[in-house]
């Protein structure tokens, strides 16, 4: 015990300025190497190491795979036939970057790449725990969405997140923005203690800003001193202070214990039209609400009321019930009031229609609360009180910056931060290449793994903030780099020497995430609507997945129109129960910040792809797409279908294959029309046109089925 | 956890599978996952039956007599137990509840029961009250986490997934940790059997009592088996085609995935008709072949642990009594009476007791004062509110003693008073009797090294066979 003391009083004794990750990042100096392979800075970098360790890199990938896999990693979509086929015929490098250009301003790409931050921003519909009702703040998610298209630097995304509302004139969107510290999860189960709810919440948003922006885990400082990083106890409650300011989140309904989420909330901005419609309306009703209320007076001053009527009006205090004997008796005497109120109700219903919709939003305080450190990390024991400060082993907070969140965000964004822009880019090259330079993506303390290429994590870190910290910009670098366009086959030789692909000799082949597996099939199938924005969609799952302690849960109800088919980022997430077909893919529940979900590879999967019903009508619509768009025979179709699925031609033993049982599949079909309708009339999001020929419908569906459920498929090779 | 072995287990398969040779991968993952013995010291019980009664049942009218407490019925509870006291639900000085059922002696432990658990009280030489328990939280959702993740809030694994990770499955057909549900999902929702942090392939699998029993299991209309098998071949022969092209072992791994996911498609369905069980063991649990209850999940329970699936746990609903306890306790109790007794015996008669523990309870207790009006005695609308401190969980089976009780509450059943026994202690205790040490089963996360029972826990030597 005295040795595992002793070790743990020498790590925190150690200058902290030694670890590699507290000292601010260099532009170091190109490495010198003899080759024309490299075609960027980061080839330099890559192909020097590869040098060290006696590794080659790969050649470079098939066109057609190279395109499938930039469409892949840049909007999450794979390229249409028609895109392949154009680019096959040109694989030039200058058609390759007018590809990259093109689709780094495709509105997809901002799609593709909030998936990853809203994991961090543990972005959900639902507040999670007891009840687990769901709460509006989609605005938050398109706003990611279109900050990432509008190609925001990265410093000001940060900015608006974390204090978008503190800004001087905060534009709409700004506000919005703060949207990213309102989505921890909230405990409204009868009996909750509301202060206990804030405490958690601050803590949360505290725990999240240390791993988004400094990759450092700061929750161990909750309780104690960290043990390893430079986080003493009385730093967590400093940096703590910078979020304290906000109100309760919780709201009691009447004097029970009952609670309903609650806190700062804005309406959405709404177009003029909208805006003039309802402001007639909100007139109209002032007007016939103050018409009530004379009519009401008017009506109570009624000389002679009946006895029982009397009685209650002698009353201070009226209850439920009385209430309800003096509303019958004013009705049915004076039906003009009935007449107005009922005005007043249809109002009501047109004004809940055109009310913009709201979103969470931050917002200080006007007093603001006092910190203290908290002992043991409890709520109720406060200790010594702290101010806000950021924590001394980091670097220094400005002088000229206001102590408040937007001070805070001043602070994590400033050039002499020596983590946030390595920790950032880092994320990036690790969705892309598959492994973080940093393989610890969650942690750069001192407890993490260092990095394999310490002077490129660097290099790519300075160039980040000189580049007005553009994240298209470095992602241009990457996948324009050599180490990118290699192939990703794994050969034996290459498995003996690194199997990790640590160095990377080769590309990447990564399993989609699971908003990208179902993205893909759908744009394969032909189904996928690329409408953007808006309230969350609930595409078909499995019944009876909903079905919570709690109450007034909401139900899932499956989507009937274009809804059914949008991308993932849009799906609704419940805490409690998230889209089933993505928990089998290593979906997250949202919880929590995730830096990193994992990539599992098990049998829940195969039986998804192959049987639920979302990929079944993904499947039909997929064999309904080949007939239609190809009208030559079998070759050229299945020629189709692989380009489509795969974007390449199909290997010959593969046509054979596909081939011969197409045509069995066919001539079965033919003869059993009724199997054939089965499977095609139970398929309710895709109805066959008029005039397909049903056997060979049926006969395609099984091979689509099949190829939506290849391993190549769902992974970018 | 070895640092190896969370090698093997997570980030670097491939690193391992490349020692396996390119092409096995998934034989040799199944080794890694079933073959080696893990556990870090010789394991009393293999397999883990965790029944959660969620909303917490009231200790009081089951498990903990306290003449005392009926004696004072009514009277205004002492001011330690209220005043300076967090509560969920009560906020004006409470009034003493006693029960208003009876307790009896069992066995030749002379263990005593409730009446409203009579068949309980036909096993009660083999099971082992924990009489003193504490959790640190008093509202359902946290507290269910807090139980099954040793954390409050969200993002760490649940108990069931840790020991997946921590020993693997014993059989390759089937998921190494399930979960059934009767009624409605804890508040804390399908977290509770989350994998956390910990690779996903450890998450619990919840196998449902209606409609599909596993989701996506079965083939959409007018897919038979026979065309089932066309397709995974076309899919595996497609897959074998990349494979040898591209060389990458998790293409390997996906084949024989499809045909684990196959096979699944009969082993399941096999796994949860119940009709080829005799007459006597469907009488002995009160079931019936295809009729979905707490009582058919018992059995599903036994079949499973048979089978060598690791973790087996059950959700019921519907313990949150705050109020009607009298009339809502005898309802529940019935329910779960007989077949947690039948589960005991049968495992016993099979051999498969010694090797499985079993553990029930809720994410809580009860408070000894009545919640609500002071009509203690009268009515029968009285409840309890939640009580974190003096509550019992049953354990029975897989190395704990039986005729046993271990802890007690006070007087009035409000506090420990002896042998106090925090959940951590319970957590690492289950550990234990797995053969997993509780300190040494951490999964390294953000730069930390994390436990089940954070930096706490002690094991329960004493209850211990």
């Not at chain 1, 330079?437 to 002077?455: I, N, R, Y």
Request: charged letters at 25%.
């Amino acid at each position: 015990m005295v040795m595992v003391w002793a070790a743990v009083a020498a790590i925190n004794a150690a200058p902290t300025a030694q670890h590699w990750a507290y000292q601010k990042p260099q532009r170091p100096a190109l490495p010198h190497i003899d080759s024309n392979w490299p075609r960027n800075a980061i080839d330099q970098f890559v192909l020097a190491k590869l040098r060290a360790k006696k590794l080659q890199p790969s050649p470079e990938a098939r066109p057609g795979q190279l395109l499938r896999r930039v469409h892949l990693d840049l909007i999450g979509l794979p390229p249409s036939p028609a895109v392949l086929e154009a680019f096959l015929k040109n694989p030039s490098a200058k058609a390759y970057e007018k590809i990259v250009d093109r689709l780094l301003k495709n509105p997809q790409y901002g799609e593709r790449w909030a998936r990853p931050w809203l994991d961090l921003a543990r972005y959900a519909d639902s507040n999670g725990y007891q009840a687990d009702q769901l709460r509006d703040s989609w605005a938050y998610r398109d706003w990611v969405i279109d900050a990432f298209n509008k190609g925001m630097p990265f410093n000001q995304f940060v900015i608006e997140q974390i204090a978008g509302d503190l800004l001087p004139k905060a534009t709409a969107a700004q506000r919005i923005a703060t949207g990213f510290h309102r989505t921890p999860t909230c405990n409204v189960e009868a009996g909750v203690h509301p202060e206990e709810n804030r405490f958690n919440q601050v803590v949360d948003r505290v725990n999240t800003t240390g791993t988004v922006f400094l990759g450092t885990t700061l929750e161990c400082a909750q309780c104690h001193d960290h043990k390893y990083d430079p986080i003493a106890m009385k730093e967590y409650y400093s940096l703590f202070a910078f979020f304290n300011n906000t109100p309760l989140e919780v709201k009691q309904l009447g004097k029970g214990v009952t609670w309903d989420f609650y806190g700062p909330t804005m309406e959405l901005p709404i177009d003029a039209a909208r805006a003039a419609k309802l402001k007639k309306l909100n007139a109209q009703m002032d007007a016939a609400q103050t018409k009530v209320k004379a009519l009401r007076k008017d009506l109570a001053e009624e000389p002679n009321p009946p006895k029982n009527i009397a009685a209650i009006l002698r009353k201070s205090n009226w209850s439920k019930k009385e209430k309800a004997t003096l509303e019958k008796h004013f009705k049915i005497k004076y039906p003009i009031l009935k007449k107005e109120e009922l005005k007043v109700l249809a109002l009501a219903k047109q004004i809940n229609t055109l009310k913009p919709p709201t979103t969470l939003v931050m917002m200080e305080r006007e007093k603001p609360r006092k910190t203290h450190v908290m002992r043991r990390g409890s709520y109720l024991s406060p200790g010594n009180a702290v101010a806000s400060e950021t924590p001394t082993a980091l670097h220094p907070f400005k002088k000229n910056w206001p102590r408040n969140r937007l001070g805070l965000a001043n602070w994590l964004v400033d050039a002499d931060n020596p983590l946030v822009a390595r920790v950032t880019v880092n994320r990036w090259w690790a969705e892309i290449m598959g492994r973080g330079l940093v393989a610890t993506q969650e942690d750069f303390g001192k407890q993490s793994k260092p990095p394999t290429h310490p002077k490129l994590l660097d290099w790519l870190a300075v160039e980040f903030m000189e580049r007005d910290w553009s994240m298209k910009h470095i992602h241009k670098l990457i996948v324009m780099s050599a180490t990118y366009r290699q192939s990703s086959r794994v050969t034996p030789a290459l498995l003996a020497a690194d199997a990790a692909n640590k160095f990377y000799a080769r590309a990447a082949r990564l399993r989609m995430s699971a908003e990208m597996v179902r993205d893909n099939a759908l744009a394969i199938s032909g189904l996928l609507s690329t409408k953007m924005h808006g309230p969350p969609i609930y595409p078909p799952q499995p019944g009876n997945i909903w079905r919570h302690v709690g109450r007034n849960g909401p139900k899932f109800n499956v989507a009937t129109d274009e809804n059914r088919f949008r991308r993932g980022v849009y799906v609704v997430w419940r805490r409690g129960a998230p889209y089933a077909s993505f928990v089998n893919f290593d979906a997250p529940d949202r919880g929590t910040c995730v830096v990193q979900r994992p990539r599992t590879n098990t049998p829940l999967q195969a039986l998804t792809l192959m049987n639920d019903e979302a990929y079944v009508e993904m499947a039909l619509a997929f064999a309904g797409r080949v007939l239609a768009e190809t009208k030559a025979g079998p070759e050229a179709k299945i020629e189709f279908a692989f380009k489509a699925a795969l974007s390449r031609s199909p290997r010959p033993a593969e046509l054979k294959f596909v081939k011969s049982l197409l045509l069995k599949r066919h001539a079965y079909f033919e003869k059993n029309t009724k199997a054939a309708t089965e499977i095609i009339g139970n398929v309710k999001g895709w109805k066959a046109p008029k005039g397909l020929d049903t056997g060979e419908l049926a006969a395609w569906f099984f091979i689509a089925n099949i190829l939506l459920n290849l391993d190549e498929t769902i992974t970018k090779q | 956890m070895n640092p190896l072995r969370q090698y093997y287990l997570t980030e670097t398969r491939r690193e391992f599978l490349k020692s396996a040779g390119a092409g096995i991968g998934a034989m040799a993952l199944a080794s890694v996952l079933k073959g080696e013995p893990r556990a870090h010291f010789k394991p009393r019980a293999k397999h883990v039956i965790y029944i959660h009664l969620v909303g917490a049942p009231s200790q009081l009218e089951l498990f903990d007599a306290k003449p005392e407490l009926v004696k004072r019925n009514g009277q205004k509870c002492p001011d330690h137990m209220f005043k300076g006291k967090q509560l969920a639900f009560i906020r004006e000085h409470p009034v003493l509840l006693g029960t208003r059922f009876k307790f009896q002696k069992h066995g030749q432990s002379g263990l005593e029961l409730s009446e409203q658990l009579p068949q309980l009280g036909g096993v009660a030489d083999e099971l082992c009250l924990v009489k003193s328990l504490t959790t640190d939280h008093f509202n359902h959702a946290p507290a269910q986490l807090f139980q099954h993740t040793g954390f409050e809030r969200f993002g760490r694994p649940g108990i069931g997934s840790w020991v997946s990770y921590g020993l693997g499955s014993e059989n390759r057909d089937l998921p190494g940790y399930v979960v059934f549900i009767t009624g409605n999902v804890a508040g804390a929702g399908n977290s509770l059997w989350g994998s956390g942090f910990l690779p996903t392939l450890h998450q619990g699998i919840e196998f449902r009592s209606s409609g599909e029993p596993v989701l996506f299991l079965s083939n959409p209309k007018g897919v038979s088996g026979k065309d089932r098998r066309e397709i995974v071949d076309g899919i595996n022969f497609l897959n074998r085609q990349s494979l040898a092209d591209v060389g990458d072992p998790e293409i390997a791994t996906r084949i024989a995935q499809y045909e684990l996911a196959f096979r699944m498609q009969t082993s399941v369905p096999e796994l949860m008709d119940t009709s080829k069980e005799s007459k006597a063991t469907h009488a002995l649990y009160g079931t019936q072949p295809g009729k979905a209850s707490f009582a058919n999940n018992c059995l599903l329970a036994r079949r499973l642990v048979e089978r060598g699936v690791r973790f087996v746990q059950l959700f019921d609903q519907g313990w949150d009594h705050h109020s009607g306890v009298f009339t809502n306790i005898p309802k529940k109790a019935k329910q779960i009476d007989q077949p947690v007794a039948a589960l005991i015996k049968d495992l016993k008669q099979r051999g498969l007791l010694d090797e499985t523990l079993i553990v029930l309870g809720g994410e809580f207790g009860r408070t000894p004062m009545l919640q609500g009006k002071s009509n203690a005695g009268a009515g029968n609308n009285v409840g309890r509110d939640h009580h974190k401190e003096g509550f019992t969980m049953m354990l029975a089976g897989g190395g704990v003693k039986g005729g046993f009780e271990f802890g007690a509450t006070d007087e009035l059943g409000y506090q420990p008073a002896r042998d106090p026994v925090h959940l951590h202690d319970l957590n690492a205790t289950i550990l234990h009797l797995l053969g997993l040490n509780h300190e040494q089963l951490t999964y390294k996360y953000q730069g930390r090294d994390f436990r089940l029972t954070d930096v706490a826990g002690h094991v329960i030597d004493r209850i211990l066979a």
